[in-house]
């Protein structure tokens, strides 16, 4: 497997699939103040936030990690082909996501497990593909671990009868299929698996979110899903985003994993960074800062 990096024996590499261009900080972050942002600005500026329209760039990707000789896919972004009415940049998208991975070495046969740190529209798109008009898991041989919590959480929005279209679309299309197929694996607040990853309740951005921690001889990194969105929120951790279930809840959640970050000086692996993706934590006056890279 081509390799973006490594932690400890475990090689990691990017699966990109597509980007949100639109938008803005003003319109994602509800608590958005420009005088708080300006003394960041500097090091945010160009890659991760444009001061003149406001606009942060939201790449979409999973993670693919070799576990000894297991292949394990972290959040399977958007997929094609599926109905997102409401999402012009999501609608029958037709990418070359399975191309991407075939160019790291893997075929979606190889992958033995798929973790989905939450069952939200950006994280759940490639558990499934059209097959002769049906969905079925892009991943035939892989076990899909989800938080029970969550998929109950999904399970229950989907169901409401005002639920939006991309809801219950986003759950028939890429949740359902695999849980009817007996490919789903449902379980609790901390789970683990393959002896070095961890999965721990992280909820806020959404009821049953967890994050993804990876030790391997005695270097750690902790895959972070959309416990943030942006490395503004690394200085800013008390901005939760429009889209979250519980703001405030998910703000305690962003500061739990930097704080985790730095004691045990993990590698923060998030969902929408861009290059270079990922990056170390560290304390700095009463908030937290980033050095990016590995």
């Known amino acids: 497997m081509k390799s973006l990096g490594k932690i400890g024996s475990i090689e990691i590499a990017r699966i990109f699939d597509s980007s949100l261009l639109g938008f803005t900080a003003q319109k994602w972050f509800p608590d ?18 444009d001061a003149e329209c406001g606009r942060i760039p939201m ?11 297991y292949n394990v896919l972290i959040d399977t972004c958007l997929g094609n082909d599926k109905q997102r009415d409401e999402f012009p940049e999501m609608h029958h998208l037709n990418n070359r996501y399975l191309e991407r991975m075939a160019a790291v070495g893997v075929a979606p046969g190889d992958i033995d497990y798929v973790l989905c740190t939450h069952l939200h529209v950006d994280h759940v798109g490639w558990n499934t593909r059209l097959e002769n008009g049906r969905w079925v898991p892009t991943f035939p041989n892989a076990k899909y671990v989800f938080s029970r919590r969550e998929y109950e959480a999904a399970k229950a929005e989907a169901a409401g009868a005002d639920a939006p279209g991309f809801i219950k679309n986003t759950f ?11 490919k789903a694996c ?27 921690e990876l030790a391997s001889h005695g270097e750690q990194g902790v895959f972070a899903g959309d416990i943030l969105h942006s490395p503004l929120q690394i200085p800013l951790w008390q901005w939760s985003s429009v889209v979250c279930w519980d703001g405030k809840m998910a703000a305690q959640a962003r500061r739990e994993l930097l704080e985790f970050c730095c004691d045990e000086n993990a590698l923060l692996i998030p969902g929408h960074f861009e290059a270079p993706y990922v990056g170390r934590i560290r304390r700095a006056d009463d ?4 050095d990016f890279g590995w």
């Open 186 to 212: 449902l379980v609790d607040d901390v789970h683990e698996l393959l002896d070095c990853l961890t999965l721990r309740s992280a909820p806020g951005h959404s009821p049953g979110h967890v994050r993804i």
């Open 172 to 182: 028939a299309d890429s949740v359902l299929p695999v849980v009817e197929s007996g």
């Open 287 to 290: 908030t937290f800062a980033i």
């Open 59 to 69: 790449p979409i990707h999973s993670w693919l990690l070799r576990v000894g000789k």
């Open 32 to 49: 958005f103040d420009r005088r708080l942002l300006e003394p960041h600005e500097h090091w945010l500026c160009p890659n991760h936030y």
